[in-house]
T-cell receptor, first 114, second 112 residues
Framework: KNQVEQSPQSLIILEGKNCTLQ??????????LRWYKQDTGRGPVSLTI?????NTKSNGRYTATLDADTKQSSLHITASQLSDSASYIC?????????????FGGGTRVLVKP | EPEVTQTPSHQVTQMGQEVILRCVPI?????FYWYRQILGQKVEFLVS????????KSEIFDDQFSVERPDGSNFTLKIRSTKLEDSAMYFC??????????FGSGTRLTVV
């Protein structure tokens, strides 16, 4: 069964600090792995997309890594800001004949405190 | 940057009533999707739509659900007879070349 598991479920960090979120997946056939940021009551917004051959990708203060052999990914947030408070969702895409079906993890809820 | 637009942002309906959730995908996108998120739970895939037909649907997407692209710009999700458990955020998404997904801001459906 295709699954995406994230840890931790939630974390609290002080403004300016760094944090790393983890994602493990069992999805086949694998197409790409995405990290999304979702504010409460809003739609997910893409942060990074990585294909099988990519093992790191950055978007500003967000850096994602991918180990396709172990089926693990991480999202590192550098120098956190209050606006980083949100849910961060790991999403794995698997190849379909038409379109890419996404399997979502449960998300890590990040709260940045001043 | 192009957006996926969903209306209404919040809809309250009585159990047993029909609802239609509306979406305007990005104009040059070819693939369209509906996802839902029950409060506190994961986002779940409902259905994908390509070339004017459903390409895949989940087990959630039963006979109470239907999708339509009536005029080449709108993409709708209809729930024929709503149940309390249909209360959720419904997200429309569109993509091109199967990679670049864009999600709408969602419609919060509350069934009372």
């Amino acid at each position: 069964k295709n699954q995406v598991e994230q840890s931790p479920q939630s974390l609290i960090i002080l403004e300016g600090k760094n944090c790393t979120l983890q994602c493990n997946y069992t999805v086949s056939p694998f197409s790409n792995l995405r990290w999304y940021k979702q504010d409460t009551g809003r739609g997910p917004v893409s942060l990074t997309i990585m294909t099988f051959s990519e093992n790191t990708k950055s978007n500003g203060r967000y850096t994602a890594t991918l180990d396709a052999d172990t089926k693990q990914s991480s999202l590192h947030i550098t120098a956190s800001q209050l606006s980083d408070s949100a849910s961060y969702i790991c999403v794995v895409s698997h190849i379909k004949a038409a379109g890419n079906k996404l399997t979502f993890g449960g998300g890590t809820r990040v709260l940045v405190k001043p | 940057e192009p957006e996926v637009t969903q209306t209404p942002s919040h809809q309250v309906t009585q159990m047993g009533q029909e609802v239609i959730l509306r979406c305007v995908p990005i104009s040059n996108h070819l693939y369209f999707y509906w996802y839902r998120q029950i409060l506190g739970q994961k986002v779940e895939f409902l259905v994908s739509f390509y070339n004017n037909e459903i390409s895949e649907k989940s087990e959630i997407f039963d006979d109470q659900f239907s999708v339509e692209r009536p005029d080449g710009s709108n993409f709708t999700l209809k729930i024929r007879s709503t149940k309390l458990e249909d209360s959720a955020m419904y997200f429309c998404a569109s993509s091109t070349h199967r990679v670049r997904y864009t999600f709408g801001s969602g419609t919060r459906l509350t069934v009372v």
